[in-house]
């Protein structure tokens, strides 16, 4: 079965643009989580999905950060008027069960966002 | 909250070598997970590995083995006969069970980057 897809693999962005980054996680997968990970460092979590609801978005650095799952399935992380300090590769990782499951996460390949 | 430290940045072994990539954690929960991941140079972070706090028998898949050790909060990563395709950042990570807040997102540590030379 194919895993966690993300697009666009590369994205470069004028400091003040807006950006859509895409998440398509395995079939079935009740949980979605975004983590943004900077040069040379872990990820860190920005929030969370179980199914349609934004459970947890305790991570998002500023409300310039928007997330949505409105079908459940598909995820798009949204970043308005990009810093440079928004620059690192943002990754979307989901899991077969909900909130209480503490499933395993398993990873896309990631979108790497830099901002001129 | 809770902290993962990984205190190697990098790591170089020539092939066949033996190499143990070191994780520390803290947490204050009794019911925990830990994972370890690989990241190539594609980026894509790879599942290797998951242990509940309850399980402490160590693990070997292959040339991998695993000490999970809680008397000193440590989860280390042993590499037997190291080969170059194993050349990557290695990550290990740390959720809690839920407790009615949040969510059991991971925390990572910085990363381990291995360097295998043949």
């Known amino acids: 079965g194919a895993g966690v897809s993300q697009s666009p693999r590369y994205k470069v962005a004028k400091r003040g643009q807006d950006v859509a980054l895409r998440c398509d996680p395995i079939?079935?997968?009740?949980?979605l989580f975004w983590y943004q990970q900077a040069l040379g460092q872990g990820p860190e979590f920005l929030t969370y999905f179980q199914n349609e609801a934004q459970l947890d978005k305790s991570g998002l650095p500023s409300d310039r950060f928007f997330a949505e799952r409105p079908e459940g399935s598909v995820s798009t992380l949204k970043i308005q008027r990009t810093q440079q300090e928004d620059s690192a590769v943002y990754l979307c990782?989901?899991?077969?069960?909900?909130?209480?499951?503490?499933?395993?996460?398993?990873f896309g390949p990631g979108t790497r966002l830099t901002v001129l | 909250a809770q902290k993962v430290t990984q205190a190697q940045t990098e790591i170089s072994v020539v092939e066949k070598e033996d190499v143990t990539l070191d994780c520390v954690y803290e947490t204050r929960d009794t019911t925990y997970y830990l994972f370890w991941y690989k990241q190539p140079p594609s980026g894509e972070l790879v599942f290797l590995i998951r242990r509940n706090s309850f399980d402490e028998q160590n693990e070997i898949s292959g040339r991998y083995s695993w000490n999970f050790q809680k008397s000193t909060s440590s989860f280390n990563f042993t590499i037997t006969a190291s080969q170059v395709v194993d050349s990557a950042v290695y990550f290990c990570?740390?959720?809690?069970?839920?407790?009615?807040?949040?969510?059991?997102?991971?925390?990572f540590g910085k990363g381990t980057k291995l360097s295998v030379i043949p």
């Open positions: 990570a740390l959720t809690i069970a839920y407790s009615g807040a949040g969510s059991y997102q991971l925390t």
């Open positions: 990782a989901s899991s077969e069960g909900g909130l209480t499951s503490t499933d395993t996460q398993y």
């Open positions: 079939s079935g997968h009740v949980s």
